[in-house]
């Protein structure tokens, strides 16, 4: 079982960058598949990023070359570091983990069993 905490939210003006923190209480090391998901009122939570256990990568197009993900295992964190930020990123951003997803699949929040609590995200 992994608890997952994210924060690093806040209210930015658009172009401008956040890092968002993932801290598991177990090993991510492990974990097959790790994602950030966001979620606007309104709106059905989307796919932004997902990194599998040996670090292959998958975006969505609207956060390609804007977005990285990246983990510290040593740290048992995930990151999204995001940069031109658009007022369209704006929304509650959750990380995930599954222990098996497989590829293709990795940007479907349903996939997942272990979410977060969310951190708000405002760009104006």
């Known amino acids: 079982h992994v608890q997952l905490v994210e924060s690093g939210g806040g209210s930015v003006q658009a172009g401008e960058s956040l890092r968002l923190s993932c801290a598991a209480s177990?090993?991510?090391?492990?974990?097959?598949?790790m994602g950030w998901f966001r979620q606007a009122p309104g709106k059905e939570r989307e796919g932004v990023a997902a990194?599998?256990?040996?670090?292959?990568?998958t975006y969505a197009d609207s956060v390609k070359d804007r977005f990285t993900i990246s983990k510290d295992n040593a740290k048992n964190t995930l990151y999204l570091q995001m940069n031109s930020l658009k007022p369209e990123d704006t929304a509650m951003y959750y990380c995930?983990?599954?222990?098996?997803?497989?590829?293709?699949?990795?940007?479907?929040?349903?996939?997942?069993?272990?979410w977060g609590q969310g951190t708000q995200v405002t760009v104006s």
């Open positions: 990194m599998d256990s040996e670090g292959t990568t």
């Open positions: 995930a983990s599954e222990s098996t997803v497989v590829a293709g699949r990795r940007l479907f929040p349903y996939e997942y069993t272990y």
């Open positions: 177990g090993s991510i090391g492990g974990s097959t598949s």
